[in-house]
């Protein structure tokens, strides 16, 4: 009895304890559970800031490539423009050639940072965290994407300069063909006066003779005044008027203005009837062409400058009516004298 009393006294109750490092064992785990918590919600917080300033780099790739593709358009129409002027231009031409090439050349480059930044965005979604590596590579790509912009820009400046130099040039070609036009008209004003003194001139010299006549702006003489049938040879009578009219065109050619380009035009035409076989002339294209060059020839004789005249045949192929009556031939058959220019 008094032996069992001893031992009760010596029992230990040890539940308190446990009590105890339950309860430290509980806030050790709490206080793990908040600092995982908080760890969490700064990695999110970070990882979302990451995220809003991905999407602001973004954003300003979609802008550069906004602003490469005006600039696209504008070297497109540059291109197109500059086409227009010939070898006058050829330094503009290539200087914007040159620019278009930098321009690819980054265009190029921009194309391998997006794939870089694609490559990025996708490691952070993969591992919801940001190293410190990927934050460098986004420093990296925000320093090449400034360099790019300051590129671009001066790719900018420099096509700005060349379509000035451009328009400089377009407004130098315009100014030189309104003058070249003002002096074209001007000669042609000063041919056509010297014209009408022609027809003047050369209408009283040959007086009234019913086989020269004037249709247009050209005299025209019958074949029959200047050569007999078939030949390319002048008659005393075709000589007497083409010498007439030698003097006269001499004296018109004296006043005419050097800067004046002009010539004295000689066709020569025939009927459509073929030659008789064993002609000395193949075909009437042969004869209507010697005959002109014979009026030629008699007028350089007569002190005409040569490089004024210019002989044309044209056979049968113009004739000056329709018809094949004995009349139509007869006035098909003909020489032509023009003053124009060459």
């Known amino acids: 009895m008094f032996t069992g009393i001893r031992r009760s006294s010596r029992t230990v109750n040890v539940w308190p304890g446990y009590v105890d490092a339950l309860s430290a064992l509980l806030m050790v785990v709490i206080f793990v559970l908040l ?5 969490q919600f700064l990695l999110r917080q970070v990882v979302s800031d990451q995220e809003f300033a991905l999407d602001l780099l973004n954003n300003r790739l979609a802008e550069v490539s906004e602003a490469l593709g005006l600039s696209e358009e504008r070297a497109e129409a540059l291109n197109a423009q500059v086409a227009l002027f010939s070898e006058q231009l050829a330094e503009v031409t290539d200087e914007r050639d040159s620019l278009a090439a930098a321009r690819d050349r980054d265009q190029l480059r921009l194309l391998a940072l997006d794939a870089l930044i694609a490559s990025q965005q996708e490691t952070i979604a993969e591992e919801q965290e940001l190293s410190q590596e990927a934050r460098d590579q986004v420093a990296i790509l925000n320093l090449q994407i400034a360099a790019l912009r300051n590129q671009l820009q001066e790719v900018a400046d420099a096509l700005a300069a060349a379509e000035r130099d451009k328009a400089e040039q377009a407004a130098e070609i315009t100014d030189l063909g309104q003058r070249l036009n003002l002096a074209l008209a001007r000669q042609v004003n000063e041919l056509e006066r010297y014209r009408s003194e022609f027809f003047g001139r050369v209408k009283d010299a040959l007086g009234d003779n019913p086989d020269v006549r ?12 200047l050569f007999p049938s078939g030949s390319a040879e002048l008659n005393s009578a075709g000589r007497a008027q083409l010498a007439e009219l030698a003097g006269t065109l001499t004296q018109i050619a004296e006043r005419i203005p050097d ?7 000689i066709d020569g035409h025939t009927d459509p009837r073929p030659l008789p076989e064993g002609h000395r002339y193949a075909s009437n294209w042969e004869l209507s062409t010697a005959r002109a060059l014979s009026v030629v020839e008699f007028l ?7 490089e004024r005249l210019v002989a044309a045949g044209f056979g049968a192929n113009r004739p000056a009516v329709a018809g094949d009556e004995a009349e139509a031939h007869r006035r098909n058959r003909r020489i032509e004298i023009k ?4």
């Open 339 to 342: 003053l124009t220019s060459p």
């Open 300 to 306: 350089v004789s007569r002190d005409l400058p040569p």
């Open 35 to 39: 600092i995982f918590t908080l760890a």
């Open 259 to 265: 800067e004046i380009d002009w010539v004295l035009r």
């Open 214 to 225: 004037v249709t247009g702006d050209r005299f025209v003489f019958q074949s029959e005044l």
